[in-house]
């Protein structure tokens, strides 16, 4: 989808004050958030598992079925 330059200059300025801000309080508040740090990452865990594990269920689906081994002996050369 295309964005037109008004919105995509919208989109720009939003997330540049958002940078803006982000910093202004980490800056304020560095000890607060680092104290946030360990339960951050207790809840990244069960969120990157299940979207991991919902992306390997997809290409499984789409992946074909493993080849089976030949059952049949080769054949010594006759000369």
Do not use: I
């Amino acid at each position: 989808m295309s964005l037109s330059f008004t919105s995509r200059a919208l989109a720009y300025a939003a997330l540049s004050a958002g940078v803006v801000l982000a910093f202004f309080v980490l800056r304020e508040h560095w000890a607060h958030a680092l104290g946030l740090a360990p339960y951050l990452l207790l809840l990244a865990c069960p969120l990157m598992h299940f979207f991991h594990h919902g992306h390997r269920r997809a290409e499984l689906a789409e992946a074909p079925p493993p080849s089976r081994l030949s059952t049949q002996v080769d054949q010594p050369f006759e000369d």
